[in-house]
């Protein structure tokens, strides 16, 4: 049924209340939160909370989407990103346990359908290959942010810099990927 739907018309079924919706959309994108919740967190079993909560997000906040504002993959990476950096913060705030080496032998069981990672790796290389384009003091600044889950004033911190400079070289160099990648 989801598969004759775009994302809009999901979403604005979802935010009527037809829990067919829901299915449709987990179903197309669970693969894609998991994953980018995977890389970020390198912990399966916190991915997958991740991918729960996430869609729980949506379904609450279907509302909030506004196709004019972007796409659906966009806002959803969004939320994904957020909650998992939220997650690393509460990490860092709380000593964990070592990694478990079977989460790492199973990876390749979760990887994502052929053609959801060829579109994910083709947005991942525009993203990389814009990111070379801005200047080494402005990429650093935002690969600290959305890989590394650091806050602006821990990046100010890391790096010795005032909290000025920092979120005027995340502002200039946010500025010049989005131009980048429009183009």
Not at 87 to 96: K, S, T
Not at 105 to 128: F, G, K, S
Request: with cysteine; aromatic share 8%.
């Amino acid at each position: 049924m989801s598969s004759v739907h775009t994302d809009e018309q999901l979403m604005s079924a979802l935010t009527r209340g037809e829990t067919w919706a829901m299915t449709a959309i987990y179903d197309r994108y669970a693969r894609l939160v998991y994953s980018l919740a995977l890389k970020m967190l390198n912990d399966r079993a916190a991915a997958e909370e991740v991918v729960q909560e996430v869609f729980v997000k949506v379904w609450r906040r279907a509302r909030d989407y506004d196709a004019q504002r972007g796409k659906f993959s966009a806002w959803l990476t969004g939320i994904t990103h957020h909650h998992t950096i939220d997650e690393l913060r509460r990490r860092r705030a709380r000593p964990f346990a070592s990694e478990d080496e079977d989460s790492l032998a199973n990876v390749a069981t979760d990887l994502p359908a052929p053609d959801d990672a060829a579109q994910t790796n083709l947005e991942r290389r525009r993203i990389v290959d814009a990111l070379r384009e801005i200047p080494d003091e402005q990429r650093r600044c935002i690969e600290m942010a959305y890989f590394e889950g650091y806050t602006q004033e821990e990046i100010s911190e890391r790096l010795g810099e005032p909290l000025g400079t920092v979120k005027t070289r995340m502002r200039l160099g946010m500025q010049k990927l989005k131009v980048l990648l429009v183009e």
